[in-house]
């Protein structure tokens, strides 16, 4: 059964303290089989468990995560949705995952917050000026809104960013008037009830340590709490995407690295729109408690530590504090880092593979 968040709800529960809501999802022990196993609880592994359910009319799914949902990367991220992808197989999916994201909430019944404030993503120099019109013109030919603004459109939209008087003067951008932010943890959570709901085992706290094949096929997944039988496991944990894989021999090309973001103190609303500069990795947004979500880098190796270097965030503070002088004098209230899994072209690896009943979706 649905369960209805309104304003009836919000006031009946309120009259109690807060304490009589539901439980949004069960916490049932595993099955010794599955149909499917889902592997990694983030909003990729739950979305896909929800649409196995409701779109395929699969009934005996598991969703499998080691430690909370949305506690990887899914509640880490600086929550960016766009579509403008250069690559034709990357602008189709991603533009597809956009409207997607534009009718979840009422989809889910859950507001995940999806504000469509645009992405600019700007040019510091003639190589990205070059690259980002290309980027714009694929776009449009995808049928992806998508438009280049010269210096004086960008100040009109974000007044307080430094255009000129910086080491790389912003030349120009791509805005893409559809693109926005949402609530990261809400996704996780909105798919993971309505995913219960229609039956899906959402089990916490419980590590897939090795994935069992035989013969070519998959046989199930060892995990802390036991091996559990299924044909079809499919693998949805980024960061460690490659080293699930290695337990049923198969190499993927990926590295993983560690990305950081971090999160200011709450100010009033500056910046209405996303900015974002791959020259200089720095990355900007104002959630609606008016904190500044800045995103930065990558580290230079691999690692599966969920920090980062320090002299990334460095780097990345003083990108931003070149753009916008006024966040000068502003404090960062927190720091942390998810291990991201980056393919050669930067594309998804999302595909079954040579054993059978496998699948893997490494965004
Ligand atoms: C700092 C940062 C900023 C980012 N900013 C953006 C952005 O602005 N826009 C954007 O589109 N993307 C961004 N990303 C990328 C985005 O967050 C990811 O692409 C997305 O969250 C991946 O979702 P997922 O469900 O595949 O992975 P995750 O949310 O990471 O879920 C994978 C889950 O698998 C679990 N898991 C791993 N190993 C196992 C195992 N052996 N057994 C069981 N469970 C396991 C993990 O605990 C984790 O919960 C950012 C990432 C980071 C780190």
């Excluded at 959402?202 to 091996?227: D, L, M, P």
């Excluded at 490659?242 to 200011?264: F, G, N, W, Y």
């Excluded at 910046?271 to 974002?276: G, H, K, L, R």
């Amino acid at each position: 059964m649905k369960k209805k968040y309104s304003i009836f709800s919000l006031v009946k529960n309120s009259l109690s303290d807060n304490q009589n809501w539901k439980k949004m999802w069960r916490n049932p022990e595993p099955r010794k089989f599955y149909d499917v196993i889902i592997v990694g609880g983030g909003g990729h592994g739950l979305g896909t468990a929800y649409y196995l359910a409701k779109e395929h009319g699969l009934k005996n799914i598991a969703v499998i995560e080691k430690g909370w949902l949305g506690g990887g990367n899914t509640g880490r991220n600086t929550t960016i949705i766009r579509s403008n992808y250069l690559w034709d197989e990357s602008a189709h999916l991603y533009e597809h995952s956009l409207k997607l994201w534009e009718n979840l909430s009422s989809e889910l019944n859950y507001n995940i917050m999806f504000s469509q404030r645009g992405v600019l993503n700007l040019a510091h120099n003639e190589h990205d000026v070059k690259e980002i019109r290309r980027r714009v013109s694929a776009n449009k030919l995808n049928g992806i809104d998508s438009e280049w603004v010269d210096p004086k459109q960008i100040k009109k939209l974000v007044p307080i960013m430094n255009t000129e008087n910086c080491r790389y003067p912003v030349l120009g951008a791509s805005y893409q008037p559809r693109a926005g932010v949402a609530r990261h943890d809400a996704v996780a959570w909105g798919y993971a009830m309505r995913a219960d709901e229609l039956g899906v085992d959402i089990i916490q706290n419980c590590e897939v340590k090795k994935i069992r094949t035989a013969k070519g096929k998959v046989q199930g997944v060892e995990t802390s709490k036991g091996f559990i039988r299924s044909n079809r496991v499919g693998v949805v944990a980024s960061g460690h995407t490659s080293v699930l894989a290695a337990t049923a021999r198969i190499k993927l090309p990926l590295q993983s690295k560690a990305l950081q973001a971090l999160v200011s103190e709450p100010i009033k609303p500056v910046i209405n729109t996303v900015v974002m500069s791959n020259a200089v990795h720095a990355y900007v947004s104002q959630s609606d408690k008016g904190e500044l979500v800045i995103g930065a880098g990558t580290d230079g190796y691999n690692s599966y530590t969920q920090r980062g270097g320090y002299n990334i965030i460095e780097d990345t503070i003083r990108a931003i504090v070149e753009l916008y002088p006024i966040f000068g004098k502003m404090k960062m209230l927190r720091q942390w880092g998810g291990i991201v899994d980056i393919t050669p072209d930067a594309s998804p690896i999302l595909s079954k593979c040579e054993v059978e009943g496998l699948g893997q979706d490494s965004p």
